[in-house]
């Protein structure tokens, strides 16, 4: 029994082995003292200047009270390893510095889990819709865009909670599909295959019908808002001015209503994804960029150099030819409609010109379309956007591109040595290629090409100039050799009526030099503010007559318009006596 008893005999508070830190006894305690501090390295002092002035508050009288607390406790209820350690006034700075960083972390990861987001519900209505009814939808909105381009092209209302899911798109993206990423911005079909991983394996996404994910993926890895405006046909122009989204077609002119959606980060984030196509940055450095992207051309300017607020300018060719003979008819008459195919068809060199946005380019895909397989055609545009290729597709086109490697001038020679029967450049622009241009229609070769003027009648002159760029020229001589080579010039306007923007054929010039008599103004129209028009017309001279007669084409209705014409303008000049 007493040997039981000593069995069960507790021990002094002294002689138990530590758990943890316990509570102090009344027996031994360790005076207080101060813990001198370690020198802070340079990279602990750069640590603790960046850590707010609140936070760092916070965290010293923490770990004061740790300091404190732990200095203050007895020797008996320290660790069994620094029991059998001599025991010193000041405690183990190890111990205390360990103590202080679980203590510190603890809290940290405490603060962390307080600002962690609440998992927000969508509450967006394309939740409900089946696929059949979104595409509906889809559909339905892109109709309505195109009878009015100011409206916004997004399924969603919620723009704030589209940047929620958008979010969560690109992080899912990343983090699974990383690789898809780049071959989805070219290959739409990669992009069907993304959205259906998205919709069978990204858990929050799985409701959302396919137009929806759709537009998510065009904003996560293609060109976003760009991609659904030029879904519509009529759209030739897109820009972004800093601060609003400017959309232009063939009629209108508008400033889309995106909701906010489309800012400067916004069109940041587009120009680096069309600077990727050709290996380039944009940044401070390189504050200019210009790509050719499918069939958009794109200028884009840093905000560096732009006043704080980045600016870019679309300019969109669609496959197809826009101009047709109901359209020229509508842009001048049926003398004309008639008169311009038959230029063609005689081989006649024609110019057109006008100012940007004006349809030079698509005035000249019109007067391709009457050239017959017979005929070779040498294409040289300085960016792709004629589609030559594909909207004549029986013709025999060579279509070349200028390229940093091959010049507009070099790919003109070139073109000779290709034996066809129309060289065609879509815009002279410098004093080389309009050169080598000359020289082409020297040596009897046909010729379709636009440059920029002010009238048809100025087009010799215009040429002129830019020849002289470039070598020496007896004005006189060369005025009277374009005038004898070129045969028609086509002058096309723009003006905006009531909102709207209205093409017209402003002019069209029968050239002949000194020897032939002057040239001949075949037709002129003007137009007041309210888009009332007036013409005047006269007839082709006789020998440009007889070469189109030759040619096959058959200028009875012509000739017919103009005797109604011409017996109307009789009628009320005598009316006016």
Not at 11 to 25: A, C, V, Y
Not at 277 to 303: C, L, Q, W
Request: aromatic share 6%; with cysteine.
């Amino acid at each position: 029994m007493p040997k039981l008893k000593s069995l069960l005999k507790v021990k002094r508070d002294d002689e138990l082995p530590l758990l943890s830190i316990g509570l102090p006894t009344k027996k031994e305690r360790v005076k207080p003292v101060k813990v001198e501090k370690k020198k802070r390295t340079m990279e602990a002092e750069t640590a603790v200047r960046k850590v707010p002035k609140e936070k760092k508050k916070k965290e010293v009288v923490k770990k004061k009270k740790i300091k404190d607390y732990f200095v203050s406790q007895p020797v008996s209820s320290l660790s069994s390893v620094q029991k059998n350690k001599k025991v010193t006034e000041e405690p183990l700075e190890e111990e205390l510095e360990r103590i202080i960083d679980d203590s510190s972390f603890i809290d940290t990861l405490k603060e962390e889990a307080q600002r962690q987001p609440v998992r927000r519900v969508w509450t967006s209505n394309l939740l409900k819709m089946s696929d059949k009814e979104a595409q509906q939808l889809r559909d339905r909105m892109d109709a309505e865009f195109k009878n009015d381009i100011a409206l916004d092209t997004s399924l969603f209302d919620n723009k704030e909670e589209k940047r929620q899911i958008l979010k969560y798109v690109d992080q899912f993206i990343y983090s699974y599909y990383a690789s898809w990423k780049l071959e989805a911005f070219y290959d739409l079909n990669i992009r069907t295959q993304l959205r259906d991983k998205l919709k069978k394996e990204a858990p929050r996404l799985k409701k959302f019908p396919n137009a929806v994910l759709d537009e998510l993926l065009e904003e996560s890895v293609g060109l976003g808002v760009i991609e659904r405006l030029i879904r519509n046909e009529t759209i030739s122009d897109i820009g972004y001015n800093g601060t609003q989204l400017i959309v232009e077609s063939n009629e209108q002119k508008e400033i889309n209503e995106t909701g906010g959606f489309v800012d400067s980060d916004y069109i940041h984030r587009l120009i680096n994804n069309f600077v990727s196509t050709i290996g380039k940055e944009f940044n401070s450095t390189n504050p200019v960029t210009d790509v050719v992207y499918k069939n958009m051309r794109v200028n884009a300017v840093h905000e560096n150099s732009a006043n704080g607020a980045v600016t870019i300018s679309i300019r969109v060719s669609h496959t197809g030819i826009m101009v047709t003979n109901k359209v020229v008819e509508e842009m001048s008459n049926e003398a004309m409609t008639i008169l311009f195919e038959a230029f063609v068809l005689a081989k006649c060199n024609i110019v057109v010109c006008g100012e940007t946005g004006s349809g030079k380019t698509e005035m000249t895909k019109h007067l391709l379309s009457f050239i017959p397989f017979t005929q070779k055609i040498c294409l040289i545009e300085d960016v792709s956007e004629m589609h030559a290729k594909e909207i004549f597709p029986n013709a025999d086109i060579n279509s070349w591109v200028v390229t940093r490697s091959a010049s507009a001038d070099e790919l003109l020679k070139a073109s000779l040595r290709n034996n066809p029967t129309w060289v065609v450049v879509t815009e002279l622009r410098g004093g080389d290629e309009a050169n080598e241009w000359l020289q082409a229609i020297r040596s009897d070769h046909k010729s379709i090409t636009s440059l920029h003027s002010d009238s048809a009648l100025s087009i010799p002159n215009r040429i002129m100039g830019m020849i002289g760029e470039v070598r020496n020229v007896q004005e006189d001589r060369i005025e009277n050799e374009i005038k004898r080579l070129l045969n028609i010039g086509i002058h096309i306007n723009v003006e905006w009526i009531h909102g709207r923007k209205v093409r017209y054929i402003a002019d069209v010039v029968e050239f002949r030099n000194k020897e032939q008599g002057d040239s001949i103004t075949l037709f002129t129209q003007e137009m007041d503010k309210d888009g009332n028009r007036s013409i005047k017309m006269n007839r082709i001279s006789s020998k440009l007559h007889k070469t189109l007669e030759l040619s096959g084409f058959d200028l009875s209705r012509y000739d017919e318009l103009m005797d109604e014409y011409e017996q109307l303008e009789n009628n009320y000049e005598q009316e006016e006596a």
